[in-house]
C-alpha cells in the first residue's frame, strides 16, 4: 500500500514523498501515528460496487455480535450537517451497524457505554453534564472514536476551543474531514496530530438529487438554498451580487423570507421565498441553470452547491468554500468538469466512510484477510 510518512524521524530518513509498503507495515504505521494513507479520487478506496456486494454485507454481519455506534450530533433538527448524518447512517444500516443517535434530548448514559465505540459530530450543545459524561467516557474510559468534522468550529471564530480541539483530534483512531480546504486549515491549527484522517465528500442522496427529466431549465435563473441567508452565509454579499448582476434571475430559499425578503423588495430580479421540502429541492435546482452561494466566513464544504451541481447547475460562489478545493474535479469550469466521477463520490462516499472506519478500527491487514472479522 501507499503512505506518505508523518513521523518526523522516518521523515528525516526517507523524506516525505510517497512510499509503498507491505499492508502490515501500512497498518502498524498509521495505527502509530506515523503515516497517512495515500488516496486519490481516480482510485477510491472500496469497490464500485460495493454498496450493492451481497458478499461483503453478508460477511459484515455475520461476525457475531453486530457493532454498537454511539453517534453523538449536536441536535436532531436536520440543518447540513444532519443531513449528511443521515445518509452515513443509513449506509452503516445496510452493512450491518446497530446505532444509538446521541443528542441532547436522547441523551442516554448507559446506551452510550453499551457502544462499541462512537462517532463525535457537532459537539456544542450539550447540557455541562451531558458534555463532560461523553469526554469522561472518551478521554478517562477510553472509549474509541472517530471524530467527524462539519465545519471549522472548534479552531475558529467565537466558538473556537484550541485545548479539547487537540484532545479530540488527537485520540481518536480516525478523523474525518469534507473537503481539502477543511482538511488543510485544520491542519495549520492542530499539525499532524489531524492524522490518520480520511476525506468524505459531502453524503447527498443521488438517488433524489440528480438530473430530472420534463423540467425546462432557465437559461437566466440562479436559485440560493442555504437554509438561512443570514450574515455568515453570505446576506450582504448576495445582495451586492444581485444589484450588479441585472442580467440574471434569483430565488432565494430561506427560512425568515419575509425578513430578509424586505431588503431585496426594490430589486426586480430577485424573489425571496419560504423554505421547500428538501425532497422537493431536486425541481428547485433542475429549474434553475445556476446555484449560488456566497458565504462572508468559511464553509468546509459547501453542500447546497454540492446538491446543485449534482442537479445540473452551475456554481457561482467565491473562495471560502471548501467543495472548490477538489481540484481534480475542476469544479468551476463548465467544459472540464467531471459531472460521471463527481456523482459516483458522491455516492460512494457514505460506503467508503464505513469501510475507513472499519480499516482503521481493526487494521488493514484484518480487513485484507477478512480473517478476524
Same mark, same amino acid.
Given at each position: 500500500?501507499?503512505?506518505?510518512?508523518?513521523?518526523?524521524?522516518?521523515?528525516?530518513?526517507?523524506?516525505?514523498? +510517497?512510499?509503498?509498503?507491505?499492508?502490515?507495515?501500512?497498518?502498524?504505521?498509521?495505527?502509530?501515528?506515523?503515516?497517512?494513507? +495515500?488516496?486519490? %479520487?481516480?482510485?477510491?478506496?472500496?469497490?464500485?460496487?460495493? @454498496?450493492?456486494?451481497?458478499?461483503?454485507?453478508?460477511?459484515?454481519?455475520?461476525?457475531?455480535?453486530?457493532?454498537? +455506534?454511539?453517534?453523538?450530533?449536536?441536535?436532531?433538527?436536520?440543518?447540513?450537517?444532519? *443531513?449528511?448524518?443521515?445518509?452515513?447512517?443509513?449506509?452503516?444500516? $445496510?452493512?450491518?451497524?446497530?446505532?444509538?443517535?446521541?443528542?441532547?434530548?436522547? %441523551?442516554?448514559?448507559?446506551?452510550?457505554?453499551?457502544?462499541?465505540?462512537?462517532?463525535?459530530?457537532?459537539?456544542?450543545?450539550?447540557?455541562?453534564?451531558?458534555?463532560?459524561?461523553?469526554?469522561?467516557?472518551?478521554? $478517562?474510559?477510553?472509549?474509541?472514536?472517530?471524530?467527524?468534522?462539519?465545519?471549522?468550529?472548534?479552531?475558529?471564530?467565537?466558538?473556537?476551543?484550541?485545548?479539547?480541539?487537540?484532545?479530540?483530534?488527537?485520540?481518536?483512531?480516525?478523523?474525518?474531514?469534507?473537503?481539502?480546504?477543511?482538511?488543510?486549515?485544520?491542519?495549520?491549527?492542530?499539525?499532524?496530530?489531524?492524522? !490518520?484522517?480520511?476525506?468524505?465528500?459531502?453524503?447527498?442522496?443521488?438517488?433524489?438529487?440528480?438530473?430530472?427529466?420534463?423540467?425546462?431549465?432557465?437559461?437566466?435563473?440562479?436559485?440560493?438554498?442555504?437554509?438561512?441567508?443570514?450574515?455568515?452565509?453570505?446576506?450582504?454579499?448576495?445582495?451586492?451580487?444581485?444589484?450588479?448582476?441585472?442580467?440574471?434571475?434569483?430565488?432565494?430559499?430561506?427560512?425568515?423570507?419575509?425578513?430578509?425578503?424586505?431588503?431585496?423588495?426594490?430589486?426586480?430580479?430577485?424573489?425571496?421565498? !419560504?423554505?421547500?421540502?428538501?425532497?422537493?429541492?431536486?425541481? +428547485?435546482?433542475?429549474?434553475?441553470?445556476?446555484?449560488?452561494?456566497? !458565504?462572508?466566513?468559511?464553509?468546509?464544504?459547501?453542500?447546497?452547491?454540492?446538491?446543485?451541481?449534482?442537479?445540473?447547475?452551475?456554481?457561482?460562489?467565491?473562495?471560502? *468554500?471548501?467543495?472548490?478545493? %477538489?481540484?481534480?474535479?475542476?469544479?468551476?469550469?463548465?467544459?472540464?468538469?467531471?459531472?460521471?466521477?463527481?456523482?459516483?463520490?458522491?455516492?460512494?462516499?457514505?460506503?467508503?466512510?464505513?469501510?475507513?472506519?472499519?480499516?482503521?478500527?481493526?487494521?488493514?491487514? @484484518?480487513?485484507?484477510?477478512?480473517?478476524?472479522?
Amino acid at each position: 500500500m501507499k503512505i506518505r510518512y508523518t513521523d518526523k524521524g522516518l521523515m528525516q530518513r526517507f523524506g516525505s514523498k +510517497v512510499y509503498e509498503v507491505a499492508d502490515d507495515m501500512g497498518a502498524k504505521l498509521m495505527r502509530n501515528r506515523m503515516a497517512v494513507p +495515500v488516496s486519490s %479520487f481516480d482510485n477510491p478506496p472500496v469497490d464500485k460496487v460495493l @454498496k450493492d456486494k451481497k458478499e461483503f454485507k453478508d460477511k459484515f454481519k455475520s461476525v457475531g455480535k453486530r457493532p454498537r +455506534v454511539g453517534w453523538v450530533q449536536d441536535t436532531s433538527v436536520y440543518g447540513g450537517a444532519e *443531513l449528511s448524518n443521515k445518509v452515513v447512517i443509513k449506509a452503516g444500516e $445496510e452493512l450491518g451497524y446497530i446505532f444509538y443517535v446521541c443528542t441532547p434530548e436522547s %441523551f442516554d448514559k448507559k446506551k452510550l457505554i453499551e457502544c462499541d465505540f462512537l462517532v463525535i459530530n457537532n459537539f456544542f450543545f450539550f447540557a455541562p453534564g451531558q458534555f463532560h459524561f461523553i469526554l469522561d467516557l472518551l478521554f $478517562e474510559y477510553k472509549k474509541p472514536y472517530v471524530k467527524y468534522e462539519h465545519d471549522h468550529r472548534e479552531i475558529i471564530g467565537p466558538d473556537a476551543r484550541p485545548m479539547l480541539a487537540r484532545l479530540l483530534f488527537n485520540q481518536s483512531f480516525l478523523n474525518i474531514f469534507i473537503s481539502p480546504m477543511q482538511e488543510q486549515n485544520h491542519r495549520r491549527h492542530l499539525g499532524m496530530i489531524i492524522d !490518520p484522517y480520511y476525506l468524505l465528500p459531502p453524503a447527498i442522496d443521488t438517488g433524489i438529487f440528480k438530473l430530472l427529466d420534463g423540467i425546462k431549465r432557465d437559461p437566466k435563473l440562479a436559485v440560493n438554498t442555504c437554509g438561512r441567508l443570514y450574515n455568515s452565509k453570505g446576506y450582504y454579499r448576495m445582495l451586492q451580487f444581485a444589484l450588479n448582476k441585472k442580467d440574471l434571475n434569483f430565488e432565494i430559499y430561506t427560512r425568515d423570507h419575509k425578513e430578509i425578503a424586505e431588503p431585496f423588495e426594490q430589486l426586480k430580479n430577485v424573489r425571496v421565498f !419560504p423554505l421547500v421540502e428538501h425532497d422537493y429541492l431536486p425541481k +428547485v435546482y433542475n429549474r434553475a441553470t445556476y446555484t449560488i452561494h456566497l !458565504p462572508q466566513g468559511l464553509e468546509a464544504c459547501g453542500r447546497t452547491i454540492a446538491e446543485g451541481l449534482l442537479c445540473g447547475c452551475e456554481p457561482i460562489v467565491n473562495d471560502n *468554500l471548501g467543495i472548490m478545493s %477538489f481540484e481534480d474535479l475542476h469544479i468551476g469550469d463548465k467544459k472540464w468538469f467531471r459531472y460521471e466521477k463527481f456523482k459516483f463520490l458522491i455516492e460512494q462516499g457514505p460506503y467508503s466512510f464505513w469501510k475507513a472506519v472499519w480499516y482503521y478500527r481493526n487494521g488493514l491487514d @484484518k480487513v485484507k484477510g477478512n480473517k478476524d472479522e
